[in-house]
């Protein structure tokens, strides 16, 4: 099965939740669509088949960058957390 996205759909749903204001407890509990990560997990699964085209190597580098991100605004946003509970 093959998950279409446009481009930009996951960067698009991460820049909304961001610039329509947020709080850390809400950045904890942030999760991409459930279309997103179907696309992410497909083009994983054909990375380890040795299936993807330059383009899917791209676009798959380019959720991985967004995953790290996502990690880090987590972790500050829980280290933030714990500094306000102090």
Do not use: C, W
């Amino acid at each position: 099965m093959t998950i279409s996205l446009t481009p930009n759909q996951a960067y698009d749903e991460l820049i909304d939740f961001i610039a329509s204001g947020t709080t850390p407890h809400n950045v904890i509990a942030f999760q991409p669509s459930e279309e997103v990560k179907l696309r992410v997990a497909h083009l994983i699964d054909q990375e380890k088949n040795e299936e993807l085209s330059p383009e899917e190597k791209n676009e798959l580098d380019n959720y991985m960058v967004l995953e790290h991100i996502l990690r880090l605004a987590k972790a500050k946003a829980y280290q933030y957390l714990t500094q306000v509970d102090q």
